[in-house]
């Protein structure tokens, strides 16, 4: 059965996917650099930053360790 509203899950992902890409863009970093040093596969990194991908913890913790911010900064809204 279709539901009438929007998956929440799915925006909260896309909004946290448009902060990672962001902030990845204002460290001047290409993915393929940020992958590197975030240890995460560039087409994982990919799929985060799309909103599709749901990152684990340690994910979460290396990506914030890669942007020189901290995890709570990484995913306030």
Partial sequence: ??????????E???RFGDRVRDL???ANLTQEAFAEMTNINRRTLQRI???TS???CSALVRIAAA???S???LVRE
């Fill in 24 to 26: 990845r863009i204002q």
């Fill in 12 to 14: 909260q992902l896309r």
């Fill in 54 to 56: 749901d990152p684990s």
């Fill in 1 to 10: 059965m279709p539901r009438d509203e929007p998956d929440l899950n799915s």
């Fill in 67 to 69: 942007l020189h911010i």
């Fill in 49 to 51: 930053e799309r909103g």
């Fill in 71 to 73: 995890l709570a900064d």
